[in-house]
């Protein structure tokens, strides 16, 4: 066991939702990841899609519990001391598997150690675990203080809401269906007259729709502006709902670009350039709208990427007329236009 001190803090995360090209949907979660010597821990293991107990949308009461059995101040919620520190995205269920850690105390100091990747009760760390993982020693005064700021129940922050501007209800009211589908909360305005600051300040972004003017739009920022809100600004790429839909988790993504694995997309002619800071999985869906205004989507790529960029060949049928690529990877999404 190494004597050596790790950092220990905590982050803002997210897993980005959406919608996939077979007509699937993964949830929209926001969480708070640990961060180890600077570094997510979720970037330092192999590539997890996965979320923290330490999650947004988790009543209060959970987190508290949650949060009591890291300080260790109640018992392990699994045998030999093994403590859940990322759980499946969609339902958090222990068979869909979870990422598990040893934390004990050790005179002064806190240690996580032997991580595994877990389905049932127990872990069998030749088959699952992750050689090279830690230990790591935490100094439990610093690794206290991190995690008892949660104890009331607020610090993993609001469930961030949309609020979607423009003329075009049918659209609108579309767009809203398919992020509450992935629990992104969404409400629907003409404008922005008349609407409470505290209402506004619970908005992690505003949706321009493609009717709304260029006088409309400032009207609505200089709203937001003075009522001391911090919303993202999305301009709609078209009407084109998975694209929107893409563009707002991109936006309300509230990790530092450091933490990212995805950082880069560009589709040019019938090549997409996708660049990744670490080894991840990366799905490529390409989107357009047919002469029938239909959706079309196709995938275009999915697989594992080494760090640096890529240059990924893109169908030309799935890329006619005017298109977009949407790529994700655990934990974040990007969206570019497909420019000829």
């Known amino acids: ?62 987190v508290i519990r949650q949060v009591r059995g890291l300080l260790l101040d109640a018992e392990a919620p699994l045998p030999g001391g093994r403590h859940v520190l990322y759980g499946c995205p969609e339902c958090e269920e222990l068979g869909c598997g979870a990422v598990t850690a040893v934390i004990e105390r050790q005179g002064n100091d806190v240690v996580w150690r032997d991580f595994a990747w877990q389905t049932d009760e127990t872990a069998d760390l030749e088959l699952n675990g992750y050689p090279g993982t830690g230990p790591f020693r935490f100094r439990a005064d610093a690794y206290r203080a991190a995690l008892e700021r949660l104890l009331d129940g607020t610090a993993t922050g609001p469930r961030r809401r949309v609020l979607l501007v423009g003329a075009r209800a049918t659209s609108l009211t579309r767009l809203a269906a398919a992020l509450r589908t992935i629990g992104i909360g969404a ?54 709902v998975p694209v929107v839909v893409a563009q707002v988790e991109q936006v309300l993504h509230r990790g530092p670009a450091e933490h990212r694995r995805l950082t880069g997309l560009t589709a040019s002619g019938r090549t997409a350039s996708v660049t990744v800071a670490s080894a991840c999985r990366v799905r490529l869906v390409a989107h357009r709208l047919d002469r029938l205004h239909r959706t079309r989507s196709h995938e275009v790529f999915d697989g594992t990427l080494e760090p640096g960029t890529h240059r990924i060949p893109l169908d030309g049928g799935a890329v006619r007329g005017r298109a977009f690529v949407v790529a994700r990877a655990a934990g974040g999404v990007l969206v570019a236009a497909v420019t000829r």
Not at 208 to 236: I, K, P, Q, Y
């Open 1 to 62: 066991m190494s004597a050596e001190y790790a950092t220990f803090a905590l982050a803002p995360a997210v897993r980005a939702g959406g919608f996939l090209a077979g007509g699937g949907f993964e949830v929209h979660r926001d969480f708070l990841d640990f961060v180890v010597d600077g570094r997510p821990l979720l970037l330092l293991l192999s590539d997890v899609d996965a979320v923290s107990p330490l999650a947004s949308d988790v009543p209060p009461a959970i």
């Open 187 to 240: 409400d629907i305005a003409r404008d922005t007259a008349g609407v409470p600051a505290e209402e506004l300040r619970a908005y992690g972004a505003v949706v321009f729709g493609g009717t709304v003017t260029e006088t409309e739009r400032a009207a609505v920022l200089v709203a937001f502006t003075d009522s001391g809100a911090h919303a993202a600004c999305v301009d709609a790429l078209a009407d084109v």
